[in-house]
């Protein structure tokens, strides 16, 4: 379990991944801190507390984002891993299953 945690952490710290993170958190954020946070936005400075559940905002679609990413990483490696034959079929059930 540890070295699966590690693993998942190298890769969710990977460049790759941060940046597709990122500019979705850039794009998906903007969208929702306009939908959530626009009159706030637009009726002038920001408190303290707006300001910091605006930028909240943007934490979850890079969440989302991250996560769909190691998912798909994962994926590709189970598939590619069981089409050379490392993996057998019973094996790669058990490990969709767990993750």
Do not use: C
């Not at 990977?14 to 903007?30: D, K």
């Amino acid at each position: 379990m540890r070295a699966t945690a590690a693993l998942t952490w190298r890769t969710a710290l990977r460049r790759p991944v941060m940046r597709r993170a990122a500019v979705m958190s850039g794009l998906v954020g903007t969208v929702l801190a306009g939908i959530n946070h626009g009159d706030a936005i637009l009726a002038g400075p920001l408190g303290q507390a707006d300001a910091r559940r605006a930028g909240v905002t943007y934490l979850i679609p890079y969440t989302v984002s991250t996560v769909s990413s190691l998912f798909a990483i994962r994926d590709m490696a189970l598939q590619a891993q069981h089409r050379s034959g490392y993996l057998s079929d019973r094996l790669v059930k058990i490990l969709e299953r767990i993750y």
